[in-house]
């Protein structure tokens, strides 16, 4: 059975990302037997901790889509966040918001993968951990990753978020 095309094309952004960096490492997504819309069901279906989720959240920034990366133990700042890029208004994305910018569905947000690049914030939190969780881009596909490999492969910037 072919993999969903949203996972098909989050891997492919992996397999790219890792063929222009060789030092960065190989990442494979996985399934889960189900799907897992919050941080917490992906910390239990994969036995680790909330924390070491990296919740894809899409923010609409003045009309222009913005993705953070949150520790799935944390929740965003958004006034503190909205004042420190400078916009003026800074709130969740509707799900077709989401879906316009990423292809992806609201519990299935990857970090790549998306049909445009997007800005792209990193929790800074998630660098504790030796082993981080990402959306695969379906509610039930997830991937492996590192901090460093999570900036490297979207491009984003380190930010305190919550």
């Known amino acids: 059975m072919q993999p969903h095309p949203n ?10 990302a890792k063929a222009r960096d060789a030092a960065g490492a190989a990442t494979q997504v996985r399934l889960l ?29 003045d009309g222009t889509p913005l993705l953070v990366l949150t520790s ?9 966040l909205a004042a420190s890029l400078g916009v003026t208004r800074l709130r969740r994305a509707t799900p077709e918001f989401v ?10 947000v990857a970090p790549v993968g998306h049909p445009r690049p997007l800005r792209t914030l990193v929790d800074t939190a998630l ?8 959306a695969g881009g ?25």
């Open 72 to 80: 799935g133990a944390h929740r965003v700042d958004t006034a503190g």
């Open 127 to 134: 660098d504790q951990y030796p082993e981080i969780w990402a």
């Open 99 to 108: 879906r316009e910018h990423t292809g992806q569905p609201i519990g299935g």
């Open 7 to 16: 996972v098909q094309a989050v891997q492919r952004a992996l397999d790219e």
């Open 33 to 61: 037997p189900d799907a897992v819309h919050t941080a917490a069901a992906a910390a239990e279906a994969l036995g680790v901790q909330v924390g070491q989720i990296a919740n894809s959240l899409i923010f609409d920034a």
């Open 138 to 162: 379906v509610p039930r596909a997830v991937f492996p990753t590192t901090y460093a490999d999570l900036l490297r492969i979207t491009a984003g910037t380190a930010a305190e978020v919550a």
